[in-house]
């Protein structure tokens, strides 16, 4: 804590001088600020680990989902988009091998298309409403799609889980 202290009238340098009367708790403040500071790291850190793991996490199990709902999706909306990249492919002149390569890709490509249209949308919320409401809210959201993942019983529900 600072005071004020006014030098006495007649003095050369009777400028305002600032003292300091607490200089231990300027000391634990700023211990209080480093505290602080390291946990938003750790909030941070864990935020980011828990998006790269969304992210990722599906990658090695795409092939096998993209042969299950080949043969097990009812909603029709796996054969309207294995039709659409299938045309891609014979635009770019892939082998026909590749089509469950480029379908993940595109499987793939959806969740981070969608993270960068609402990244600038979050952060504008978290300015706004603070940024560990958001961080929970998201981690709700991620989980919420995981959620879905797990209990999806048809191609449609599965992408809906990846759009959340």
Do not use: C
């Not at 202290?5 to 003095?11: E, F, H, Q, S, V």
């Amino acid at each position: 804590m600072a005071s004020q202290r006014t030098a006495p009238k007649g003095d050369p340098n009777s400028e305002t001088r600032l003292t300091n009367t607490a200089g231990k708790d300027m000391d634990e403040d700023k211990s209080k600020i480093k505290i602080t500071k390291d946990k938003t790291t750790v909030v941070v850190f864990i935020g980011l680990l828990i998006d790269l793991l969304a992210f990722t996490l599906i990658l090695p199990l795409f092939p096998a989902l993209i042969s299950h709902y080949r043969e097990n999706d009812d909603s029709g909306l796996f054969k309207a988009l294995e039709d659409k990249v299938d045309v891609f492919r014979e635009m770019v002149g892939a082998p026909s091998q590749f089509n469950t390569v480029l379908f993940g890709g595109f499987l793939g490509s959806i969740f981070s298309f969608l993270q960068f249209l609402a990244s600038p949308v979050i952060g504008g919320l978290s300015d706004r409403f603070g940024r560990k409401p958001l961080l929970i809210l998201t981690t709700i959201g991620i989980s919420i799609s995981y959620l879905l993942w797990v209990f999806s019983s048809n191609f449609a529900i599965f992408v809906f889980a990846r759009i959340i």
